[in-house]
């Protein structure tokens, strides 16, 4: 707070204020619909296995990559054609809305599985004018499966900006989590109960449940199971969350076994490395 007979100085910040210009200009973006895509994904009776989500953002301000649009016709010139190349190879076309966006299918049939990521550019071009827009580099990486023995994967879904799991050696399909999981007390309370990792099972906290920060003092002054059962009527009921032991682990051998009991109930663990 500023006292009124003080002098200041405003704060500022470190963030730029954007250029403002005098005519739109148009800043094309080509992504991957998911960061990674893996051999799960790809059906090869889908021709749509995969999706590119092109971005054709209008702006009077300065972005990065934007070019400057031409004198264009409003009743002719509401749809962009891009074409989306990885490694300079067509992969897929579409049509995109002038400042709006579209997610273009292509078959992951149609490139390999590797360790390096694939370019991934796009082009734009209007009805009107043979000038072509060209969007800034971006990647898509396609990965061959592990070892077993490495563990699953996680996912980012650049169509909703969450992080997607599946467990390891589950044929279900990829689901979505809130990387956020209870705050609980390990020494002195899940060392030695495993049944409150049974409880927050029972509520649901390995599907529907969307995690609530609890401290300690917190969980003994009111029951779990009353916290658990406000909380589900608050949340989406399709988001996986996780259990948040609080370090540190001094029993290794109860750590061991809480882990290897989560295991087997299906719950997320958060792995805490403040310690």
């Known amino acids: 707070m500023y006292k009124t007979d003080k002098i200041y100085d405003p704060p500022g910040g470190q963030f730029p204020v954007p250029v403002s210009l005098k005519t739109p200009h148009l800043a094309l973006r080509c992504n991957p619909a998911l960061i990674p895509f893996l051999p799960d994904d790809n059906d090869p009776t889908n021709p749509s296995s995969g999706v590119i989500l092109v971005d054709a953002l209008v702006r009077k301000t300065r972005i990065k990559g934007a070019e400057p649009l ?18 300079g190879k067509n992969l897929t076309s579409g049509k995109v809305p002038l400042n709006g966006s579209a997610a273009l299918p292509f078959s992951l049939s149609e490139i390999s599985t590797r360790i390096e990521p694939y370019d991934l550019t796009c082009t734009a071009t209007l009805s009107s004018s043979p000038r072509t827009f060209k969007s800034i580099p971006a990647h898509l990486t396609y990965l061959p499966f592990p070892d077993a023995s490495i563990g699953s994967f996680t996912k980012l879904d650049l169509r909703t900006g969450g992080l997607l799991v599946k467990r390891v050696n589950d044929l279900k399909p990829y689901e979505p989590i809130f990387p956020v999981g209870f705050y609980t007390a390990f020494g002195g309370y899940l060392d030695g109960n495993f049944s409150v990792l049974e409880d927050l099972k029972h509520h649901g906290c390995d599907s529907p449940v969307v995690a609530l920060q609890l401290a300690d003092d917190h969980i003994g002054s009111v029951s779990m199971s009353s916290v658990l059962s406000q909380a589900a009527d608050r949340v989406p009921n399709d988001v996986s969350v996780q259990v948040h032991p609080v370090p540190p682990f001094d029993n290794l051998t109860a750590f061991d076994l809480m882990v290897d009991k989560m295991e087997e109930l299906g719950l997320w663990l958060m792995y805490d490395m403040r310690w």
């Open 70 to 87: 031409d004198a264009i016709s409003p009743s002719q010139d509401t749809e962009l054609l891009v074409n989306v190349y990885l490694d």
